[in-house]
């Protein structure tokens, strides 16, 4: 901190060289990202709630009721009249609250305090985050051939310290929808917390369902699921920072409720206790905005955009790892170490990422990737070829 004020356009023109240094989602050529250019509706909104704060609702009731609704309306689309949770910072948050939410219910209700959570190999890493900060035990279930969780892996993971078991819909490296509706049953039948982490597909699967794509079952429909991530700054388009986490019951919310005497509630169950009211006012105001019918569109233009580079890469010659169940494709070239080519790509100018379960290059299809990008991607890759 300087000793005497700075006038403002000297600060601006330092940040805006700064800010030089960001690469843009606009420019089509951050390609490994699982987050967008908000709308900008959205923005227009966030920046009305800025100084909001939901970790004293009484203080903001009516961007709480906002709060509220917005949880409502995503329960519905994941099959769920009266949903519970919270709009909070993101993925990693809403599954360390699911996981918390776990632990918590079991030590309640069935004395276990040295718990363990099952969770795929191809689990975001948020799961290693929540178990080391909830003194929980990892136990990774193998995938199968196809890259999803394998169900008799997770059902011989299975012990009296189980508290949790986790699936995806829509893995972080390839898209792919683990068989939920199978661990589902598992769950019911050892009587165990399921939580689903649909931080990627959960605002795309619903809607690519509604417009005909055969694509698995994975919400509250399943009996057996208790919670769901779900992130409205991904696929959603609001701004960053806007996780969603969906409760079946308000029971999971009351086992991590603690006292806040001094606040205009008594009682608080989110991980931070300053929450900003402006994710959940932009989150509302955006799926208004779109609806059901925008979200198909879109949805259904990013699969196209899919398709179109899964297609061209094929007939380039590169192997893709798997067919796209949504917005994700990975893919090698035939002779050429991932690594390497990876390293080619970000010499053009390229932000990929590269997986690790399978290693592969990872193009995230979002939003701000338009087909005019991709032909520029392919010519690019032709070139390497």
Not at 240 to 256: H, K, S, W
Request: aromatic content about 8%.
């Amino acid at each position: 901190m300087e000793d005497k004020p700075i006038d403002k356009q000297v600060i601006l023109k330092e940040l805006e060289e700064l800010h030089k240094l960001d690469y843009e989602y606009a420019d089509g050529r951050i390609l490994g990202s699982m987050c967008t250019e908000a709308h900008p509706f959205a923005k227009e909104v966030y920046c009305k709630f800025l100084d909001t704060n939901l970790g004293d609702p009484g203080l903001f009731k009516g961007t709480k009721q906002i709060e509220n609704e917005v949880i409502k309306s995503i329960g519905r689309f994941l099959s769920l009249d009266n949903a519970y949770g919270n709009i909070v910072t993101g993925g990693t948050e809403a599954n360390l609250m699911a996981i918390r939410a776990a632990r918590n219910h079991a030590r309640k209700y069935k004395g276990i305090t040295d718990g363990e959570i099952i969770i795929p190999e191809s689990a975001h890493f948020s799961f290693k985050k929540a178990a080391d900060m909830l003194n929980l035990k990892i136990v990774e279930a193998q995938l199968d051939e196809n890259f999803k969780i394998d169900a008799e892996s997770v059902r011989n993971s299975i012990t009296e310290k189980t508290v949790a078991i986790v699936a995806i819909a829509g893995t972080t490296e390839l898209g792919l929808i683990d068989p939920i509706e199978e661990i589902s049953k598992i769950a019911l039948e050892h009587n165990i917390y399921f939580h689903v982490d649909a931080a990627f597909g959960g605002f795309s699967i619903p809607f690519l369902k509604e417009i005909g794509y055969d694509l698995p079952v994975f919400d509250f429909s399943l009996e057996g699921v208790c919670s769901i991530t779900v992130d409205p700054h991904k696929m959603g388009l609001a701004p960053i920072p806007a996780g969603g986490i969906i409760f079946r019951c308000e029971e999971y919310l009351e086992v991590m409720a603690v006292d806040s005497p001094y606040l205009t509630v008594k009682t608080q169950s989110t991980i931070v206790g300053t929450r900003l009211g402006a994710s959940s006012a932009a989150t509302y105001a955006i799926m208004k905005y779109f609806g059901k019918e925008g979200y198909s569109k879109i949805a259904n233009d990013l699969m196209e955009n899919t398709k179109f580079l899964a297609r061209g890469l094929k007939e380039l010659g590169y192997e893709i790892v798997c067919e796209p169940e949504l917005n994700i494709v990975a893919f090698n070239h035939p002779e050429m170490q991932t690594n390497d080519l990876a390293e080619k790509l970000e010499g053009l100018g390229w932000k990929i990422s590269v997986a690790k379960c399978p290693v592969a290059i990872r193009v995230v299809l979002m939003n701000h990737v338009k087909r005019n990008h991709l032909e520029e991607l392919l010519k690019d890759l032709k070139d390497i070829f």
